[in-house]
């Protein structure tokens, strides 16, 4: 059954950063998974859920989310009413760069231009494949004015989390914000259902006010004048707070049970499209427990790790533990060894580069090594 809602994604978030990952595009554009970016996930839920209005609200970096969602039809969103809307950067996920109420009319505008009952408003560092239909409905019967969705993590990701403080009616409290101890382990997945029109009249309210911060937790806390209701999600989550938490969610993949509840649940991850040759596997090539995506050439060894589309391991190298983006070139001799190298870098002959499970060599986008 399909929900009468529409989505909005905020593709990025200032309390969030992944080093040389998220240096050259936003939070939502970063590659996770093989062939996916991290957006693919949240907005691949909406599309499974039956929503059929996107918005992805940016804040700057936004050229290769654009290129990558194009015009949405990887996700069947490219239609002539509604569909996939990629917003200007008017606002951001607990952002205080807004510098007038303008910018926040423009989403306001978005907003009222959409006739559903319901808005899904999601940040975008958490990796679950779900459908909202139950959150929405169990938000329907409560009664609540939000609804936030969360799981028993904790703090165990480290920083930035949200904890929540809830009565035993279930409805939140207090909303901690890093808390150096708490007695609650309700860590906010950052996903809220509200109905349109009250997130019209807060909006509303905020540009009156001459408010500037706007996203999921901003709603969150208006628990002191509003009903806010926490919905318990006891599924898969990946959470990306940081390079260590994008590196060991990534190393998860390769658990055959996780990667089956992610990818094998009966709810399609949805990506751009690529035609891409298979990957040809050479003579003495040794690959075991590991992703390998299509269009790579692999001639050297390869364990524990996960190989985006077009990578080329040469003779006599070694991958162990590692993140290998696209259309990366590593050369012969070489030993590496936690380490994440970003799209298009090139790794010279008899390179040796190791790192720690906590802490991996991160290689940028594009760089030469």
Known sequence: ?????????????????????????????????????????????????????????????????????????????????????????????????????????????????????????????????????????????????????????????????????????????????????????????????????????????MIARGERVFGVHALAKKYDILKVRAYDYKGLVLRINNVQTYFNSSMQLLDDQIRADLFWNGMPIYTKVKDEAPTLYFENSNVSNSMISDGCRIMGSVKNSLIFRGVTISRNTKITNCVIMQDVHISENCELENVILDKNSVIRPGIKLVGHRDYPVVIGKGAIV
């Open 1 to 205: 059954m399909f929900i009468d809602a529409m989505g909005l994604i905020l593709a990025d978030n200032k309390k969030i950063t992944l080093g040389e990952l998220s240096k050259p595009r936003a939070l939502a554009a970063v590659p996770f998974g093989g062939r996916y970016r991290i957006i693919d996930y949240m907005l691949s839920d909406m599309v499974n859920s039956g929503i059929k209005s996107v918005g992805i609200l940016t804040l700057n970096k936004y050229k290769s989310l654009m290129d990558h969602l194009g015009t949405g039809s990887s996700w069947d969103l490219d239609r002539k009413n509604f569909g996939l809307h990629i917003l200007p950067p008017y606002v951001n996920s607990e952002s205080t760069g807004i510098e007038d109420a303008e910018e926040l009319e423009g989403l306001l505008d978005f907003i009222r231009s959409n006739r559903s009952m319901y808005v899904i408003i999601a940040d975008t560092n958490m990796i679950l494949n779900t459908t909202s239909n139950d959150f929405v409905d169990k938000h329907e019967q409560s009664g609540a004015d939000i609804s936030i969705m969360y799981n028993r993590d904790g703090t165990k990701y480290g920083t930035p989390n949200y904890i929540l403080d809830v009565d035993r009616k279930g409805y939140v409290k207090d909303l901690l914000y890093n808390p150096d101890k708490s007695a609650s382990n309700r860590c906010s997945l950052g996903i809220v259902v509200l109905r349109r029109e009250l997130l019209i009249d807060l909006i509303s309210d």
